[in-house]
T-cell receptor, first 116, second 115 residues
C-alpha cells in the first residue's frame, strides 16, 4: 500500500512535443505529491508539487494533473526541450498519517530524452 | 547560500568493511533525510532525523544506522558491507518535517562501490 507506480520507464520525445509521465498510488492517506527532476551526477531537485485538494497545477511548461478518485497523477511537459532530458521521479508523502514524518515514497523513475 | 554537502563523493570498499558517510545540511535546516538510490530499487527511504532525534526509519537491516548532531550535520554508517549495498546514498535537508512546508533539498550523493 506504500508503493507508487510510475510509467513509462523511458520516454523519447521530439523537441517541441509533449512529454507525459504517469503515476498511481494506493495509500489514500497520501496528501502531498511532488515531482523531482534529476540530471546525471546530481541529486533530485523538486520540480513541482500538488496537494489532493486541487486537480491541476501549472508552473511554466510543467503541469501536474491529479485524479483523486482514480488515485493517479501525471506530469505533462509542454514544448519539451533537449534541456529537459533527465530522469523524473514522482513521489508521495503523508505527514499527519505517519507520526509526523516527511518520508517520501518514490516511483521508479522515468528517463526522458528530448531529441533536437 | 550553500547547498547540501555530502562527503565523500565517491568511495570503494570491500565486503565486510564498514563505511561512514557525512552530510552537512543547508544552514538553518533541522531535518535531514537519507535515501538509497539504485538502478533496480530506485530511491528508497533510509531514515530521517529532526533535532537530533530519529523520526522514522525505512525497511533496511540494522547494519544501516545514522545519527544527527546538535549542529544538524548527519552521518550514516553501514557495517559489514555487502555487494548489494553498492548505491548512491543521498542526503536531503529541509526546514521542517512536513513536506508541504519544508521542501527537500538533496545533495549530490555519495557513490559507494562494494567489491
Amino acid at each position: 500500500q506504500q508503493q507508487v507506480k510510475q510509467s513509462p520507464q523511458s520516454l523519447i520525445v521530439q523537441k517541441g512535443g509533449i512529454s507525459i509521465i504517469n503515476c498511481a498510488y494506493e495509500n489514500t492517506a497520501f496528501d502531498y505529491f511532488p515531482w523531482y527532476q534529476q540530471f546525471p551526477g546530481k541529486g533530485p531537485a523538486l520540480l513541482i508539487a500538488i496537494r489532493p485538494d486541487v486537480s491541476e497545477k501549472k508552473e511554466g511548461r510543467f503541469t501536474i494533473s491529479f485524479n483523486k478518485s482514480a488515485k493517479q497523477f501525471s506530469l505533462h511537459i509542454m514544448d519539451s526541450q533537449p534541456g529537459d532530458s533527465a530522469t523524473y521521479f514522482c513521489a508521495a508523502s503523508s505527514y499527519y498519517g505517519s507520526s509526523n514524518t516527511g518520508k517520501l515514497i518514490f516511483g521508479q523513475g522515468t528517463t526522458l530524452q528530448v531529441k533536437p | 547560500k550553500a547547498g547540501v554537502t555530502q562527503t565523500p563523493r565517491y568511495l570503494i570498499k570491500t565486503r565486510g568493511q564498514q563505511v561512514t558517510l557525512s552530510c552537512s545540511p543547508i544552514s538553518g535546516h533541522r531535518s535531514v533525510s537519507w535515501y538509497q538510490q539504485t538502478p533496480g530499487q530506485g530511491l528508497q527511504f533510509l531514515f530521517e532525523y529532526f533535532s537530533e532525534t530519529q523520526r522514522n526509519k525505512g525497511n533496511f537491516p540494522g547494519r544501516f544506522s545514522g545519527r544527527q548532531f546538535s549542529n544538524s550535520r548527519s552521518e550514516m554508517n553501514v557495517s559489514t558491507l555487502e555487494l548489494g549495498d553498492s548505491a548512491l546514498y543521498l542526503c536531503a535537508s529541509s526546514l521542517t518535517l512536513d513536506r508541504v512546508t519544508g521542501e527537500l533539498f538533496f545533495g549530490e550523493g555519495s557513490r559507494l562501490t562494494v567489491l
